[in-house]
């Protein structure tokens, strides 16, 4: 990857995760824990990979995608405000009654928003729908979905692979956000789901393995993706919490809001990276 986009894609998904923590800071609510560790592969996707248009969030050919994991909602709607659907300043309002951005992804409400998300383990099938859509009427546009680690722990993620796999969906692309936590513990202590890769290459999916903060390894995974004629599943492995030192890998912050002092200490560090970038 060129070392100057590299950068500009570093900056930018240190403003969304600083987005994250602004929104969930002042809704005194959120998931900030899985919305960092998805920043990287939001930004490739919405800054590079996407055929998307903010002034025209409808466009038929655009690209889709669909946030399964819904509750990590903070880093869409960050992204989306960076890209330019909307202003940043709507993330100050992040849950708040009346108001755009709320718990879980909108599409009806939120610009930029292709599926309505929140009830785990649906998202996937709502991404092959949009999939199997394309092949049916000859679209060209492609569809991209984030599963967490602990959302495909149910049972009709993998009633969606299968079918995504007999229906042929090559223009499905799934990452699965493999931080190794979920609400209650780790994965493994809670119903463990590995090994990711080889579950789905039971399920006749292409899959590729990768660091989830890694551009050069996300961009390589997508252009990988672009030469096989199956679903493709790429497993990234993130760090919950990413970019901030006391929410890294710490199961806590899955589902809690940082606190005034808190929120000051995460956003001095990612002010600090941003500064050094």
């Given at each position: 990857?060129?070392?100057?986009?590299?950068?500009?894609?570093?900056?930018?998904?240190?403003?969304?995760?600083?987005?994250?923590?602004?929104?969930?800071?002042?809704?005194?609510?959120?998931?900030?824990?899985?919305?960092?560790?998805?920043?990287?592969?939001?930004?490739?996707?919405?800054?590079?990979?996407?055929?998307?248009?903010?002034?025209?969030?409808?466009?038929?050919?655009?690209?889709?995608?669909?946030?399964?994991?819904?509750?990590?909602?903070?880093?869409?709607?960050?992204?989306?405000?960076e890209r330019g659907f909307f202003s940043t300043e709507e993330i100050k309002k992040l849950r708040k009654?009346?108001?755009?951005?709320?718990?879980?992804?909108?599409?009806?409400?939120?610009?930029?928003?292709?599926?309505?998300?929140?009830?785990?383990?649906?998202?996937?099938?709502?991404?092959?729908?949009?999939?199997?859509?394309?092949?049916?009427?000859?679209?060209?546009?492609?569809?991209?979905?984030?599963?967490?680690?602990?959302?495909?722990?149910?049972?009709?993620?993998?009633?969606?692979?299968?079918?995504?796999?007999?229906?042929?969906?090559?223009?499905?692309?799934?990452?699965?956000?493999?931080?190794?936590?979920?609400?209650?513990?780790?994965?493994?202590?809670?119903?463990?789901?590995?090994?990711?890769?080889?579950?789905?290459?039971?399920?006749?999916?292409?899959?590729?393995?990768?660091?989830?903060?890694?551009?050069?390894?996300?961009?390589?995974?997508?252009?990988?993706?672009?030469?096989?004629?199956?679903?493709?599943?790429?497993?990234?492995?993130?760090?919950?919490?990413?970019?901030?030192?006391?929410?890294?890998?710490q199961v806590g912050w899955h589902g809690s809001a940082p606190n005034d002092e808190q929120c000051e200490?995460?956003?001095?560090?990612l002010n600090e990276k941003l500064a050094s970038l």
């Amino acid at each position: 990857m060129d070392s100057k986009l590299k950068l500009e894609l570093q900056k930018t998904a240190t403003k969304v995760r600083m987005g994250a923590i602004v929104g969930t800071h002042a809704a005194k609510s959120g998931h900030p824990g899985g919305s960092l560790s998805i920043a990287e592969i939001l930004t490739y996707l919405y800054f590079v990979k996407m055929k998307i248009d903010p002034e025209n969030p409808k466009m038929e050919e655009r690209d889709r995608f669909v946030l399964s994991k819904g509750h990590a909602a903070p880093a869409l709607y960050s992204v989306l405000a960076e890209r330019g659907f909307f202003s940043t300043e709507e993330i100050k309002k992040l849950r708040k009654p009346g108001e755009m951005l709320q718990g879980h992804p909108d599409l009806k409400k939120v610009p930029g928003v292709d599926m309505s998300t929140g009830s785990l383990g649906q998202g996937i099938s709502a991404a092959c729908g949009m999939a199997l859509s394309a092949k049916h009427f000859g679209d060209k546009y492609k569809v991209y979905c984030i599963c967490g680690d602990g959302e495909i722990e149910e049972g009709q993620v993998w009633e969606a692979a299968m079918f995504a796999a007999s229906k042929n969906l090559s223009n499905l692309t799934v990452f699965v956000d493999l931080n190794m936590l979920q609400i209650d513990g780790t994965i493994e202590q809670v119903n463990s789901p590995l090994p990711v890769d080889k579950k789905f290459e039971a399920f006749n999916w292409h899959v590729i393995t990768i660091d989830g903060h890694d551009f050069d390894q996300i961009e390589a995974a997508l252009y990988e993706a672009e030469k096989t004629d199956k679903p493709v599943a790429i497993i990234a492995n993130t760090v919950k919490g990413k970019g901030v030192s006391y929410m890294e890998n710490q199961v806590g912050w899955h589902g809690s809001a940082p606190n005034d002092e808190q929120c000051e200490i995460a956003l001095k560090e990612l002010n600090e990276k941003l500064a050094s970038l």
